[in-house]
């Protein structure tokens, strides 16, 4: 038998070690220890023999599937074949009753020379889900799971797995690069998480836009449920949330691996608050009021680990909103993460935190929130680990097509309203051909988070947008009109919805949400903040001829006053500073 050596599976390689069944359409393919296969797509995989790893999660024998997604707007997945953890198996023997089931019998053949020992076994069929079939359907967007520009000079064509939605790509696309110290870092926080532990463990894990903090937690969050059933995770960025739409603070409990970025796997959380923008700095104290709200619904007695997700906003305000975020929680492990060998910050060790000043906090300061100091005794210190983030394009913003930021929050909000198609394979419905709820105006109120509207405005800024559907604590006072809010409330928030009309003469909302009907009951509030909806969903209404509904384009942005008015209520006027 040959010798098979390490590394990227492309070329010949992969016409060798694969097969396809074109009747029941899926590809079986064999890889040996330490083997590679990076690619660009979507499928669903399944191991049917040895074990595999892709973004840190291990895939064995006898698990179910998994749906794996590689689109263009991140770095591409790799699929890496494991030593088994078997050393007695008749690997012949096995594997040729597993292969019998799924391949030709020439096909068998061919692929069982390939199998040795140490070999893995896995099975790749096609995906198409209401999320794929959905975001296929703008015009934008049909390219969103084919390799971009920049890597179609390495993208393998005309192998046995190009037929089910995957484009193998070759050595030069490195994927998911980790450098020592991320390596050491991720080591150190699971470690720490399997050991004896006084309490669950904390991980906070922040840094500058653009180095990899959302990709170090996925990979965390998969490692560690190789060994836990699950993994807390509360939300801090509001840019780049991993499962809502952006605007977002939440707290949830993961308990399936995350094998794609943030648009392929949005859910409800267990608790979620609207703060209805993409960044906070308008208004640093709700910020942290929302984010204490969220911790407090936690159970102190859990000892399931929580990873804290923070902004990019590392200077200014922003580093101290960190400060306060360590001394509120009952952080055990900070993980910070830079690239050319800086943080870009100054290193958030202990040591420099006793000294360190917030906007909410200064020094010496409490290490958690006061309510939990009598029965939950913080740590006095934490583990800190630098984390220098070494791959291509680091610190910077992608510039091709899909990888913009902006691009990110608008595919996570079109994936939630994904949800708004039936499961059942058939032709995209567009929104606006669907049957809204019909909402009286008495029985809920509505309010604007982000600006200050008057009242008499308030319906025209409603209209055609986004809205939080949020359950205030009190009741809900009409005296027969529409309940408006005058101030933004912090409370729950049950998911989102599209108001895509309000009839005035018959007192109603025409609202278009996935939330479930028996959740909906509970709704008595509609939140409008500065998440859009995506330009594609008004500009995209087939069966329209003239104008477009709620597009307009009499109007100029070079007016006075025209753009929208920034307030910054974080910001102190020298006399509150004592100048």
């Known amino acids: 038998m040959e010798d098979v050596q390490p590394g990227r599976l492309e070329g010949e390689a992969l016409h060798c070690c694969a097969e396809r069944d074109d009747r029941k359409n899926h590809a079986v393919l064999v890889m040996q220890k330490n083997q590679t296969l990076c690619f660009r797509g979507k499928c669903f995989l399944t191991c049917l023999y040895g074990r595999v790893e892709v973004m840190g999660f291990t895939i064995e024998e006898g698990q179910q599937s998994y749906p794996l ?9 790799i699929i890496r074949a494991l030593e088994s953890s078997d050393d007695t198996r008749d690997d012949k023997t096995e594997a040729s009753s597993i292969l019998r089931k799924y391949l030709s019998s020439a096909s068998q053949k061919k692929l069982l020379k390939k199998v040795m020992s140490h070999s893995s076994i896995i099975l790749l069929e096609p995906m198409e889900t209401p999320l794929t079939r959905f975001l296929s359907s703008f015009t934008d967007l049909s390219e969103l799971f084919s390799p971009p520009m920049s890597e179609l000079m390495s993208a393998v064509l005309d192998t046995p797995l190009n ?3 995957m484009v193998p790509l070759g050595s030069t696309i490195e994927g998911l690069k980790m450098s020592k110290s991320y390596r050491d870092a991720l080591n150190a926080v699971v470690s720490a998480c399997r050991g004896d532990m006084d309490g669950c463990a904390v991980i906070l894990v922040c840094g500058t836009k653009n180095v990899g903090k959302s990709t170090f937690i996925r990979t965390l969050v998969n490692i560690l449920l190789n060994h836990t059933t699950s993994v807390d995770y509360l939300e801090g960025d509001l840019g780049q949330t991993e499962f809502t739409p952006a605007g977002c603070l939440s707290l949830s ?13 949005q859910c409800t959380p267990e608790h979620m608050i609207y703060y209805g923008q993409s960044t906070c700095e308008s208004d640093l104290d709700r910020y942290l009021e929302t984010l204490k709200a969220l911790w407090r619904r936690r159970s102190q007695s859990r000892e399931t680990p929580v990873i804290i997700n923070t902004m990019g906003w590392v200077r200014g305000f922003g580093f101290q909103l960190l400060v306060d975020m360590i001394r509120f929680f009952p952080v055990s492990h900070v993980v910070q993460l830079g690239h050319g060998g800086t943080t870009h910050c100054p290193p958030l060790t202990p040591e420099f935190l006793r000294t360190a000043h917030g906007c909410q906090t200064h020094p010496p300061a409490q290490t958690a929130l006061d309510e939990f100091t009598e029965s939950h005794t913080p740590p006095r210190s934490y583990t800190h680990l630098i984390v220098q983030s070494e791959f291509q394009g680091v610190g910077s913003q992608g510039t091709a097509k899909h990888q913009r930021s902006n691009e990110h929050r608008e595919l996570s909000l079109l994936a939630y309203l994904s949800q708004l198609q039936p499961p059942d394979p058939g032709p995209v419905r567009p929104l606006h051909s669907l049957t809204p709820y019909q909402v009286p105006h008495t029985a809920v109120a509505l309010g604007v988070i982000h600006c200050e509207v008057v009242p008499n405005h308030m319906f025209y800024a409603a209209n055609a947008s986004l809205v939080g559907l949020c359950c205030l604590g009190e009741k809900i006072a009409s005296r027969g009109g529409p309940v408006l809010l005058s101030q933004a409330p912090i409370c729950p928030c049950v998911g989102f919805g599209v ?26 509030c509609l939140l409008l903040g500065a998440i859009s909806l995506p330009s594609s969903i008004i500009t995209s209404q087939p069966g329209f001829e003239g104008e477009m509904p709620y597009v307009t384009t009499d109007y100029s942005f070079d007016l006075t006053g025209a753009g929208k008015l920034r307030v910054f209520k974080g910001l102190m006027r020298p006399s509150q500073m004592g100048m």
């Open 69 to 77: 997604f590689s689109p263009a707007s991140h770095c591409p997945l």
């Open 163 to 165: 037929g089910l939605g």
């Open 253 to 265: 409990t993961v308990r399936e691996p995350l094998l794609g970025p943030p648009f392929t796997h």
């Open 499 to 524: 108001l895509r009309g309000i009839d005035m003469v018959r007192g109603l909302y025409f609202l278009l949400t996935p939330v479930d009907p028996s959740v909906l009951r509970k709704v008595n």
